[in-house]
């Protein structure tokens, strides 16, 4: 599947491809865009919860402290600069998860048991 | 694959209720009405510090001034969540505060009215940040995902504002005569433009009709204005006040309250720029731009500075 029309740009887009008719400008004292994520207790994972603009990492942390962690949201906080982030393109979507659609057999709900043995 | 394939796609995915993400391919006028509805939605938060920070050095005692800053620190916060969701779509944060400085991007009209006494602290607590809860709901289930996430995080958060506002005018309800009155006076002058909130009649509303198509709203204008006027119908018997409309009553066949007609040309005059604090308004967003500017190179500055030391060493 060939996408011809994209004028998006995420985080995840390098620079230079942003492609498109969306043109954005920027000026010297635009700072970087950062995705944060937070593990809201020792012993889970940290989790995506959004992205906002610093000049550096100590920077995205404190901005982040104050937006995502107000009301004990967070023990940990990760930042990365959203032009690090590399993702799996929408139009790939099929072809890399679709082959998983048929292989039922790989849940456990698809063998049948007796009730004895049901809760193994 | 042509545009017409794609927008068959897109359209199919609005059907079955999968969620528009940044990447996916959309139509060009679904993203400009996103990036219009979000960004204005963005200037509103931080637009509405003003009003209320204007209350911050006079609150009555020192809990209520720590209320008040968690209050506006979270609209500030509510503000970043937007903006970034407004960015996904291709727009810079710095053209999306351009646009609000020069005029041309709207924010929420209840915005610009003053805040006379601190009764007006309770009012926008329950009836402007009431009336947005309403719409804000509604938000949580768009279709573009990066707008319905932020809404989530927002509602979760903007509960508390509503009810500290209806808590600091049950206080003044229960207090001295001056108190009652102020409370009633502030109920009155807020009473209005909170229903304005909600836009013009869905015979006139201009961007209604097909972002209900693309499910980015999903109730139209004076559907939610009924639900909001049924909830504070109810609610201001608790306060023993009253709302300032003769024609509210209930309809028993209808099953909803009745209410007067909205002042249009006052809505439509504060829209154009001629409410009581409009100029006010962007002059304080303009100002905080400009003298803010020498933080943000220095941070720039700075940042580069740190990060030079970091690769010699």
Known sequence: MNIQIKKYFYGDIPDDKSGGNIISKETKNDWPLWEIFIRSKQGLDHKHVGSLHAADAQMAIENARDVYTRRM?????????????HATAPEEAGELFEPAEDK???HPTFYKLPDEVNQM | MTVQDLEKIFLQKIENEIKIEPRDWMPDAYRKTNIRQISQHAHSEIVGML???NWITRAPTLKRKAILLAKVQDEAGHGLYLYSATETLGITREETINDLHSGRAKYSSIFNYPTLTWADIGAIGWL????AIMNQVMLTRTSYGPYARAMVRICKEESFHQRQGFEILLVLSRGSKEQKEMCQDAINRWWWPALMMFGPHDKESTHSDQSMKWK???KSNDELR?????MIAEQIKV???KLPDEHLQWNEEKKHYDFG???WEEFWNVVKGNGPCNKQRLDARRKAWEEGEWVREAAATYAEKRNKRQAAA
Do not use: H, T
Request: no cysteine.
């Open chain 1, 73 to 85: 949201e967070g023990v940990s906080i990760w930042v990365v600069q959203s032009k690090y982030i």
């Open chain 1, 104 to 106: 039922i057999y790989r």
């Open chain 2, 51 to 53: 009003p209320e920070g």
């Open chain 2, 128 to 131: 402007v940040d009431g009336a």
């Open chain 2, 216 to 218: 980015i709203k999903r």
């Open chain 2, 226 to 230: 009924q639900n909001f006027v049924d």
């Open chain 2, 239 to 241: 306060l023993g006040m």
């Open chain 2, 261 to 263: 007609e909205i002042n």
